[in-house]
């Protein structure tokens, strides 16, 4: 199980960045949560085998059709054992 931490810029809120991440990570069978900040980032947490945390990874550089990222930063971090996926503000 690995564990990433993910930071999005662009034109990522209101453009249903979070729900469809949701969906995404659902697909993806990966636990964590994804949230919008007050400056106009999206955060985001997956926690999963390698392989399905990546691909929630590379989906985070694109998004939904209506965002423009921008800018991905991602963190390797301590997985803390999530059992679900949740939209939090």
């Known amino acids: 199980m690995i564990r990433r931490r993910v930071l999005v810029s662009g034109t ?3 453009v249903f960045f979070r729900d469809s991440c949701r969906r995404a990570a659902a697909e993806a069978e990966v636990t ?5 900040l007050p400056d106009g980032r999206v955060e985001a947490v997956f926690e999963g085998d390698p392989a399905p945390v990546e691909r929630m990874v590379a989906w985070m550089g ?9 800018r991905v930063e991602v963190v390797e971090e301590q997985p803390e054992g999530l059992l679900v996926f949740a939209v939090t503000t």
Do not use: L, M, T
């Open 12 to 14: 990522v809120q209101g």
């Open 32 to 36: 964590g949560w994804v949230r919008n």
């Open 62 to 70: 694109h998004g939904p059709s209506r965002a423009v990222v921008e």
